[in-house]
């Protein structure tokens, strides 16, 4: 009982000491306080809060919190309120309040100036590892101005840059002796552009070739919208101080670190917390050392035309929906079938074949027109002869005739014109053929694309997971759970896939180029795809979900396969094509058998003119009329007895050509029937692959994220945290593909088929269901 007790009186006493812990009313001085900063503020209190704990009750008064309005005499009092009040700790934050601040040398109340300002204009000693004056400490961040435009002008090469600065700042600070330095000595020039409204900076672009946020924190979510827009209108390449979330506003480029602000509030949380433990500000650190990361928004640089540079790959994180920002056309799925079917150059090729066969029907027809031909003559003849002749003929005489022949019947020619209409039903079946591989090969561009757009945007996500891993690995190593080799092992991983992702974006460029060529577009015309999935939009409408019902069923899926065998035997261009040739051959055997021996029938007339005569022999003896204008008019009848042989050799070559035919149409069949099954089989695979890839990559990401919960804590090693990784990258791409691959494997089945439900009316995809139902039918 006595043990009790004493437990008890230990855990009242430690209460009660709990309960006395000093109180700390914190004030802070900042130089603007928008809507976009109120967040950061009550983020940065809530980290106080947490690191110091138990050691201390701190209290943030709101009206501790002042804002100078980058008033340097507001600024002043601001301070001297604090100093005057029940402030037990000053925050000082901004350039205008460190203008006031770091020029004291005493300093009344303890006080924390921290993100005064870039280093390259920093008045502090940045030499020292501490402030080395009581009561006062700095916090000075390791970005630069100065490393800031060589990483610009190495993207983008930059002649005349635009520096936008906050109006306020440019009598303050010493920009113009900084950026003179910093910018000469990369060859280039600058523009310095003061602001206090978005106007001030679009107003003033003309003349730059890339613009620099040196200001503009402040600026609400808006405002910077404008500006982005502005950016992009103007082709400008934009590069920021501000961090990342500028960059996925829309901001090219930031070469600061995902991390700074976190890692900041972090610094300011853990030098109060040692204050308030008791040690002096004059003795804690003052540098906060970045690794700096260049970050790129990628749609904005495909935007602007800033190619992206191998070189820097390593070294950059990419934001972005990695889309095509600059698309001037973005196709659907009918679309890009409808532009191909329209102006496809080999599908045009074939359509002109089916012109030339229709030519040659109009030419075997014609065998049946008249011919109408005139022709003239002068003749010389010697004047003996003429003068013999009794004025048959002159010396010198021109005339003419206009001859007409007729053919009234002829089994060559009727065979020719049967011939050439099957040649030509032939021809216009290889053109639905054509159509038919036409359509089937832009789908498979069509969803390759879409394919290798989401692999990009998978890679692109998987650099971000390898970036959150390694900044795990730099925690445990900073923490002594792992060695430096986990951390040197995820920067190797974060090239690597980098890479991967540079590679992907290449080849969903390839994509979009195999896409061009089908639909004869200009091999650098920009353009974009739409997703599609395949129970919604189009693909939801025309109920590719049947596809599902009937191949999950194992009773309905081979009566399925024997219908749409039937069906495309039916439909299929090339069996037509066969049959045509058939056709033509057939009759030819007929024209060089029995045929050969009906007659031809053809009607000729002529009519010839003496238009003059002269010389000698021009007249005629007394009692002889010469007769100047003549005609006749004949029916000539031939029947071919011996051509050489050549008839029965020519038959026995149809029929050799016949029976190739019927072989070809025997393997045709064969084949459609080989590829329905196969296809149907890639089908089923597909149809499971939609389910279990869902399955797979739940399971991967839950793994993973336990898996990176355990390697936090030591528990598992970096090696089990890759393969998690890998895993899940290889889910997510399974995934994607899933559904596309499906609907490629669908749409195969519709080629193999000749008939493409998507582009029928809704009426005959019904007749398509009824048939299959009455085939059942009939099987049961």
């Known amino acids: 009982m006595k043990q009790r007790l004493s437990i008890v009186m230990l855990f009242l006493s430690l209460a009660a000491f709990a309960q006395t812990g000093q109180t700390y009313q914190i004030g802070i001085l900042i130089d603007q306080l928008n809507p976009e900063m109120s967040p950061l503020l009550e983020k940065l209190k809530s980290e106080v809060v947490a690191v110091v704990g138990e050691d201390a009750n701190i209290q943030f008064p709101e009206e501790n919190i002042l804002v100078n309005g980058f008033d340097i005499a507001k600024a002043r009092q601001n301070y001297n309120q604090l100093l005057n009040n029940s402030t037990d700790i000053i925050l000082a ?318 089994e060559a020619a009727n065979a020719n014109i049967s011939i ?63 060695g430096k080799s986990d951390m040197l092992r995820f920067r190797s991983e974060m090239a690597q896939n980098t890479q991967s992702m540079v590679e992907a974006v290449n080849q969903r460029e390839q994509g979009f180029l195999v896409l061009n060529q089908l639909l004869n577009n200009p091999v650098n015309l920009e353009i974009d795809v739409e997703d599609v999935q395949f129970n919604e939009g189009i693909f939801e409408q025309y109920n590719y979900e049947e596809f599902f019902e009937l191949l999950d069923n194992p009773t309905l899926r081979e009566p399925f396969i024997d219908f749409l065998i039937d069906e495309a035997y039916k439909n299929a261009p090339e069996l037509k094509s066969l049959d045509y040739n058939l056709l033509a051959t057939e009759r030819n055997i007929r024209l060089n058998g029995y045929g050969r021996l009906l007659p031809t029938l053809a009607l000729q007339g002529q009519y010839s003119s003496t238009f003059s005569r002269s010389g000698a022999g021009s007249t005629a003896p007394l009692g002889v009329s010469l007769l100047d204008n003549t005609y006749n008019a004949g029916l000539n009848l031939s029947i071919p007895i011996v051509n050489q042989n050549l008839s029965n050799i020519n038959r026995q070559t149809a029929i050799i ?66 393969d998690a990784q890998n895993n899940y990258l290889n889910a997510q791409l399974a995934r994607a593909n899933a559904t596309y691959n499906y609907l490629i494997n669908s749409l195969q089945v519709e080629r193999f088929l000749g008939y493409y439900f998507l582009l029928n009316s809704e009426d005959k995809n019904n007749e398509f269901r009824q048939r299959f139902f009455e085939h059942l039918n009939t099987r049961n």
Request: charged share 20%.
């Open 93 to 410: 934050f901004g350039i205008v309040n460190n203008q006031i601040i770091s020029p004291l040398e005493s300093h009344q109340k303890p006080t924390i100036l921290f993100g005064a300002v870039n280093r390259d204009l920093h008045e502090l000693d940045l030499t020292n590892a501490s402030s080395g004056i009581e009561n006062f400490t700095y916090l000075v961040e390791s970005e630069s101005y100065e490393e800031d435009f060589k990483k610009f002008i190495e993207l983008t090469n930059f002649e005349n840059v635009g520096i936008l600065v906050d109006a306020p700042f440019v009598d303050i600070l010493p920009l113009k002796e900084t950026f003179d330095r910093e910018i000469t000595a990369l060859g280039a020039s600058y523009t310095l552009i003061p602001f206090t409204t978005v106007q001030d900076i679009t107003s003033n672009l003309d003349g730059i070739d890339a613009v620099y946020m040196a200001g503009g924190f402040f600026l609400s979510r808006e405002e910077k919208k404008q500006l982005v827009d502005a950016f992009l209108q103007a082709k400008l390449p934009s590069f920021t101080v501000n961090g990342t979330e500028d960059v996925k506003g829309g901001i090219m480029a930031t070469y600061q670190s995902d991390d700074n602000l976190d890692q900041f509030f972090r610094r300011i949380a853990l030098t109060i917390e040692a204050y308030v433990s008791g040690t002096p500000l004059s003795e804690l650190p003052v540098y906060i050392d970045y690794t700096p990361r260049l970050t790129i928004n990628y749609n904005t640089a495909e935007a602007i035309g800033v190619p992206i540079k191998y070189s820097l790959v390593g070294q950059t994180d990419f934001v972005g929906e990695f889309k095509n920002v600059i698309s001037e056309k973005d196709y659907d799925l009918l679309t890009a079938i409808n532009d191909a079917l329209e102006n496809n150059l080999s599908l045009g090729s074939n359509q002109k074949d089916v012109q030339l066969a229709q030519q040659d029907v109009k030419s075997a027809n014609s065998n049946y027109l008249p011919s109408l031909t005139a022709a003239g003559t002068a003749t010389y003849i010697d004047p003996d002869a003429a003068e013999a002749s009794a004025g048959q003929n002159p010396e010198f005489s021109t005339g003419g005739n206009i001859t007409l022949s007729q053919t009234l019947f002829s």
């Open 420 to 482: 050439q209409k099957s040649l030509q039903k032939a021809q216009e079946a290889n053109f639905n053929a054509a159509e038919l591989d036409l359509i089937f090969d832009v789908s498979n561009a069509y969803f390759n694309a879409l394919i290798l757009k989401v692999n990009a945007q998978i890679q692109a996500r998987n650099v971000d997971l390898t970036k959150r891993n390694l900044e795990i690995a730099e925690l445990n190593f900073e923490a002594g759970q792992s």
């Open 657 to 722: 050509q016949k029976e190739q035919l019927e072989i070809n149409k025997s393997n045709v069949e064969l084949g459609i029937a080989v590829n329905i099954r196969t296809s149907i089989l890639n089908l089923v695979n597909q149809v499971s692959n939609i389910q279990l890839s869902k399955i797979s990559e739940e399971t991967a990401q839950e793994a993973l994220e336990l898996t990176q919960a355990s390697y936090s804590s030591g528990a598992v090693n970096i090696v089990q945290l890759l």
